[in-house]
């Protein structure tokens, strides 16, 4: 089974940042990396599909990057409905796996 | 816009079965080729991809659960279900329905269901 592993598990920011996170997996899965923001009382929503490509509707301010172990997620100019928490997840080969969570407060 | 509702049982006693469905609307389970699939989050965890069932009726599971899972489809109702057996305490969680691409989306609200006697 393919490993995720997601940093930072918690981040603190504030209005205006621009935040980075990256995940890596335990091989090589090409650009089969999937993005993904849980904020409570929501439905998860994909931000991100295939390590780069952007999800229609998804603002512009997320971006993804990477390829074959290591991926990142860079959020800029974070604005109150951003905090949340985001996940990395891999869709190279099942089972599909996920990273731990990384959890976007307030500062 | 297709949209999904988990439905079912919040509390189900350690050993027995738990069952959920999914209602999708704005869609058809058999149109396309989407894959209609399980995930779940135990509290503090990360998400967990229990399985799913494909437009032409065929299952994956994941091995973790394999032993006690099983996912179906009815399009008439244009619903799909989860079953999982003896349960236990290490089962309670959020469980999500969500179509299944290259990506999970769109995902249903969850539901949290508890094992506990």
């Known amino acids: 089974d393919i490993q995720m592993t997601q940093s930072p598990s918690s981040l603190s920011a504030s209005v205006g940042d621009r935040v980075t996170i990256t995940c890596r997996a335990s091989q090589s899965i090409g650009n089969f990396l999937n993005w993904y923001q849980l904020r409570p009382g929501k439905a998860p929503r994909v931000l991100i599909y295939a390590a780069a490509s952007l999800h229609s509707g998804v603002p512009s301010k997320f971006s993804g990057s990477g390829s074959g172990t290591e991926f990142t997620l860079t959020i800029s100019s974070l604005q109150p409905e951003d905090f949340g928490t985001y996940f990395c997840q891999q869709s190279f080969s099942a089972p599909y796996s996920f990273g731990r969570g990384t959890k976007l407060e307030l500062q | 816009q297709v949209q999904l509702q988990e439905s079912g049982p919040r509390l189900v006693k350690p050993s027995e079965t738990l069952s959920l469905t999914c209602n999708v609307s704005?869609?058809?389970?058999?149109?396309?080729?989407?894959?209609w699939s399980w995930i779940r989050q135990p509290p503090g965890k990360e998400l967990e991809w229990i399985g799913y069932?494909?437009?032409?009726?065929?299952?994956n599971y994941n091995p973790s659960l394999k032993s006690r899972v099983a996912i179906s489809a009815d399009p008439s109702k244009k619903q799909f279900s989860l079953q999982l057996n003896a349960v236990t305490t290490a089962d309670t969680a959020i469980y999500y329905c969500?179509?299944?691409?290259?990506?999970?989306?769109?995902w249903g609200p969850g539901t949290l269901v508890t094992v506990s006697s």
């Open positions: 969500a179509v299944q691409l290259r990506y999970f989306g769109p």
């Open positions: 704005g869609g058809s389970i058999t149109g396309g080729t989407n894959y």
């Open positions: 069932i494909s437009y032409a009726g065929s299952t």
